[in-house]
């Protein structure tokens, strides 16, 4: 709701426009808008993240018969972390309530067939609407956008065909198409650094000791991060897009202008009190 500003010298009332929201809230996931497609559509093996295994296209046993998780305080407890990790950028939404105009997977068998298929699909697309967004936003990227915005309004085109293009999408070359101009962007923030960062653009950097390092400008993309230890370290303006911060101590760390950083990604890693994060996204629960 906007605020009712009045002057003191006039009778007129302004009204001041609220500011947009930083996130369009079509990448944000909303669970009650969804049929519970990523605890369906997707497989997953019994592992560290999940206590048992499930086939795609067969419903978690903890998904209740309203599309809800029957054990979602509790599981990560009960042995299945990478459910609070998982992130799908608003796409269960988008499949449910607009593809598939809110006709549910229960109802169909063939619905179900098809839905399944379209949903990693307008996952990926939501995923690139998200990077898209963020460069958009970039100040330093103000000479790329004209072309950032093109590239958006084409892949938001794609997210509203039918089911049967969806399906048969070469999703790849428009995420190759994108990677382009994102390429571009990076280069263009983490030239911003007063000192560039290691290149350790898809490193295996499993368990590294990074304590307090200065990351800042870092090409961090697609690292393998897995249980590293960031505490403290500084990733002002380095990309990370892709890489795999799983299990990986953030605590206290700076990551606050980290460039094309996701809440899949937040997720997965261990922060605290002290982690600080981009305005666009939540420090999640388990962060204790």
Known sequence: MAWIVRKWWSPIRQEVPVPEPIVSSELVSECSSCFGLCCVALPFAASTDFAVDKPGGVPCRNLLADSRCGIHPQLRDKGFTGCTVYDCFGAGQRVSQVTFGGTSWREDPDVAREMFDVFPVMRQLHELLWYLDESLRLRVAERLRPALAALRAETETLTEQSADVLTDLDVGAQRDAVNVLLLQVSELVRAQAPRRGRNGRGADLVGAKLAGKDLRGANLRGAWLIGADLRRADLRW???????????????????????????QVNAARGDARTALPDALSRPSHWG
């Open 238 to 264: 380095a990309d990370l897009i892709g890489a795999d911060l799983r299990g990986a101590d953030v605590g206290g760390a700076d990551m606050s202008g980290a460039l094309f950083l996701t809440q899949f």
